[in-house]
């Protein structure tokens, strides 16, 4: 059986939007705040750009959602995706 390793100090999150992007002032405020709190703990983040994005109920097209969700999946300094 595998485990995954935890998480430590250094290490990478992921942050994208596979399905709607977050637009709604308020969101945002709370979003950058799990940001800042992420990376006061000490983790790097990387957002890709459709996160703060929303095109009739979607953050980008399906062609875009699927490359920046492979983009983190396939980075192997990346050690969590968020949605």
């Known amino acids: ?16 939007a596979p399905s709607d992007g977050i637009v709604d002032e308020f ?26 994005k929303s095109e009739n109920g979607r953050s980008a097209s399906a062609e875009i959602r699927a490359e920046e969700f492979m983009s983190l999946l396939e980075n192997d300094d990346i050690k969590m995706i968020i949605f």
């Open 1 to 16: 059986m595998n485990y995954s390793d935890y998480l430590k100090k250094g290490d990478t999150i992921g942050i994208c």
């Open 27 to 52: 969101k945002l405020k709370r979003l950058d705040a799990a940001i800042e709190q992420l990376t006061n703990l000490g983790y790097e983040i990387i957002e890709t750009q459709s996160v703060r």
